[in-house]
């Protein structure tokens, strides 16, 4: 049994971003990754279904030894995250309160734009977390919910992802903006496009990134880091559904060529 293990949890695929970043800033670190296959995409769902989902996969998660729980989907970390902190015995770090951090952190003129899926922007979670971080700061929200299929099928780099980042991008372009939150999992794959898309005056902030960076420090903070040793730390990834090309479009997300998942059932398990 792994003890101290960080949790992360993600509608599907998507969320191997996050825990990519994890990975590399805290390779020493058990991890337990749970994605909602069987129920994604999470992004065009109603707000209640999406936190029932999420306190599921919470439930689910506490089934280990944890030390800290990420929520790695931005559209659970919109909507849920004040269920999932109140049912919590141990932090949690939502990858919205880290992006907002990192966009405050970077914009020079105060104008941000940010992107993600419809539930996400219909939540307004990341115009709320970047005010109460800095009030004076205007945001600009567009939802691009055909980036999540086009990144799955595998065209994040070509000529139809520069067509279709162009049309959801360009009003944001109109705006002025000086940094541009990815508030998808899935959207550090388009980055090349959408860096091509917005030229080089407009920053980038990866949500995935910023997460990783946050569990760091609140692992610093609370003394609970895991030394340095040899042996590669545990992973586990679980998954409630293996859909074809799974592993495939894990591995893009991972970007490791092979990834063993186990099944898993959350239904009912909410804590
Ligand atoms: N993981 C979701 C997010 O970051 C994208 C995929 C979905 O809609 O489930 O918002």
């Given at each position: 049994?792994?003890?101290?293990?960080?949790?992360?949890?993600?509608?599907?695929?998507?969320?191997?971003?996050?825990?990519?970043?994890?990975?590399?800033?805290?390779?020493?670190?058990?991890?337990?990754?749970?994605?909602?296959?069987?129920?994604?995409?999470?992004?065009?769902?109603?707000?209640?279904?999406?936190?029932?989902?999420?306190?599921?996969?919470?439930?689910?998660?506490?089934?280990?030894?944890?030390?800290?729980?990420?929520v790695?989907c931005n559209t659970a970390s919109s909507?849920?995250m004040?269920?999932?902190?109140?049912?919590?015995?141990?932090?949690?770090?939502g990858v919205v309160?880290?992006?907002?951090?990192?966009?405050?952190?970077?914009?020079?003129?105060?104008?941000?734009?940010?992107?993600?899926?419809?539930?996400?922007?219909?939540?307004?979670a990341?115009?709320?977390?970047?005010?109460?971080?800095?009030?004076?700061?205007?945001?600009?929200?567009?939802?691009?919910?055909?980036?999540?299929?086009?990144?799955?099928?595998?065209?994040?780099?070509?000529?139809?992802?520069?067509?279709?980042?162009?049309?959801?991008?360009?009003?944001?372009?109109?705006?002025?903006?000086?940094?541009?939150?990815?508030?998808?999992?899935?959207?550090?794959?388009?980055?090349?496009?959408?860096?091509?898309?917005?030229?080089?005056?407009?920053?980038?902030?990866?949500?995935?990134?910023?997460?990783?960076?946050?569990?760091?420090?609140?692992?610093?903070?609370?003394?609970?880091?895991?030394?340095?040793?040899?042996?590669?730390?545990?992973?586990?990834?679980?998954?409630?559904?293996?859909?074809?090309?799974?592993?495939?479009?894990?591995?893009?997300?991972?970007?490791?060529?092979?990834?063993?998942?186990?099944?898993?059932?959350?239904?009912?398990?909410?804590?």
């Amino acid at each position: 049994m792994m003890e101290g293990v960080i949790g992360i949890f993600d509608s599907g695929v998507g969320g191997l971003t996050v825990a990519k970043e994890v990975f590399s800033r805290l390779p020493y670190e058990d991890t337990v990754y749970l994605g909602d296959t069987a129920r994604l995409p999470y992004g065009n769902k109603s707000e209640e279904t999406v936190r029932r989902f999420a306190l599921e996969c919470l439930g689910f998660l506490s089934r280990f030894d944890l030390k800290l729980v990420v929520v790695a989907c931005n559209t659970a970390s919109s909507v849920a995250m004040d269920v999932l902190q109140e049912k919590s015995p141990v932090p949690i770090v939502g990858v919205v309160n880290s992006g907002a951090l990192g966009a405050v952190e970077t914009t020079k003129t105060k104008q941000v734009g940010v992107i993600g899926t419809k539930t996400t922007i219909a939540s307004r979670a990341y115009f709320d977390a970047i005010h109460r971080l800095d009030d004076s700061a205007t945001v600009f929200e567009r939802a691009c919910p055909l980036f999540v299929p086009l990144v799955e099928e595998g065209w994040y780099a070509d000529e139809v992802a520069y067509l279709i980042a162009k049309r959801y991008l360009d009003p944001l372009l109109d705006r002025g903006i000086d940094t541009l939150v990815l508030g998808c999992t899935h959207y550090p794959l388009l980055k090349p496009v959408i860096r091509e898309v917005m030229g080089s005056g407009v920053k980038l902030i990866d949500s995935a990134y910023q997460a990783a960076v946050e569990v760091e420090q609140i692992l610093k903070e609370q003394g609970e880091l895991s030394p340095k040793r040899k042996e590669s730390s545990g992973r586990l990834f679980f998954v409630t559904d293996i859909p074809h090309d799974f592993n495939k479009v894990a591995c893009t997300f991972l970007d490791q060529e092979h990834i063993d998942v186990q099944l898993a059932e959350i239904e009912g398990l909410e804590l």
